[in-house]
T-cell receptor, first 114, second 113 residues
């Protein structure tokens, strides 16, 4: 199995630009999570989908952030407009609700906003 | 609400030393407990888990025992290697409600040759 796939692995953009991060969960997993990791704040849960439906987006910092999951094999996290304080590593993770609850993380996207 | 507290790092050890990373938790119910490891430049990956009191999770020489009476899940390894250098996260998941995991802040381990 390929594991969780994220793209791009690195993104450098200028303040004000739109950024789109992509995630392909493990086939058969029905839960998907977006996290943000920084030195200052640690690992933060941004949003959680179950069966493609957003269940909890209380961690989304502000309206500049949005996430979609149009089908079971693809999700996006969009930041528009981006700001320097959005610089972080963004992780996508998937799991099977109702089983072991182990989360499988992707390799992350390192975002730098200048 | 739920919370996980880990000892602050970094923890710096010499190769073959004994490792303990403390983890305590607060939960409203009866959670499953996890240790994840993050190697440099990678995502988190599950190291071990325990689903009920007195269960011991183990993997790659690491162990942790679910202690309900002390609400703890301390990670131990008898002899660390340089390759164990990573960040270790303690986490809990309650098998009801929102199914959202709660992670600790992570503890960095540095092992010197």
């Amino acid at each position: 199995d390929a594991g969780v796939i994220q793209s791009p692995r690195h993104e450098v953009t200028e303040m004000g630009q739109e950024v789109t991060l992509r995630c392909k969960p493990i086939s058969g997993h029905n839960s998907l999570f977006w996290y943000r990791q920084t030195m200052m704040r640690g690992l933060e849960l941004l949003i959680y989908f179950n069966n493609n439906v957003p269940i909890d987006d209380s961690g989304m910092p502000e309206d500049r952030f949005s996430a979609k999951m149009p089908n079971a094999s693809f999700s996006t996290l969009k930041i528009q407009p981006s700001e320097p304080r959005d610089s972080a590593v963004y992780f996508c993770a998937s799991s099977v609700l109702g089983e072991s609850y182990e989360q499988y993380f992707g390799p992350g996207t390192r975002l730098t906003v200048t | 609400g739920n919370s996980v507290t880990q000892m602050e790092g970094p923890v710096t050890l010499s190769e073959e030393a004994f490792l303990t990373i403390n983890c305590t938790y607060t939960a409203t119910g009866y959670p499953s407990l996890f240790w994840y490891v993050q190697y440099p430049g990678e995502g988190l990956q599950l190291l071990l888990k325990a689903t009920k009191a007195d269960d011991k999770g183990s993997n790659k020489g690491f162990e942790a025992t679910y202690r309900k009476e002390t609400t703890s899940f301390h990670l131990e390894k008898g002899s660390v290697q340089v390759s164990d250098s990573a960040v270790y996260f303690c986490a809990l998941m309650e098998e009801r409600g929102s199914y959202i995991p709660t992670f600790g802040r992570g503890t960095s381990l540095i092992v010197h040759p």
